[in-house]
């Protein structure tokens, strides 16, 4: 059974910075990458950050430069750190893993192509 259990949420000022971690269980051995993402309320899912299978990141532009990404294979964890926050970025924040292939750009990707944890609640004032 696979698992992905979020933490480090919370809420902060604009400006601030937060880092969520993810711990994976259960996993396949072979994953296509795994990433975080995101859901504002009453709006759709946005791509946050992702790392592909070869290791190489890759962000939405509303975050490059403020987020990073990482990974850690040994531990089984997945990293957002989160600097420079604002408003816009409050919202419900999911770590990821995608199970089977799918072209394109990670924001894209259908839902049905990963495996998702509960997230963790991100809010920021301003």
């Not at 979020?6 to 993810?22: I, K, P």
Request: with cysteine; aromatic share 12%.
């Amino acid at each position: 059974q696979v698992q992905l259990v979020e933490s480090g949420g919370g809420s902060v000022e604009a400006g601030g910075s937060l880092r969520l971690s993810c711990v994976t269980s259960g996993g396949p051995e072979y994953t296509y990458g795994s990433g975080w993402f995101r859901q504002a309320p009453g709006k759709e899912r946005e791509g946050v950050a992702f790392i592909d299978s070869d290791g190489s990141p890759y962000y939405a532009s509303s975050v490059s430069g403020r987020f990073t990404i990482s990974k850690d294979n040994a531990r089984n964890t997945l990293d957002l750190q989160m600097d420079s926050l604002i408003p816009e970025d409050t919202g419900m924040y999911y770590c990821a893993i995608q199970w089977r292939p799918y072209g394109g750009t990670f924001h894209r990707r259908p839902a049905s192509t990963f495996y998702w944890g509960q997230g963790t609640q991100v809010t920021v004032s301003s």
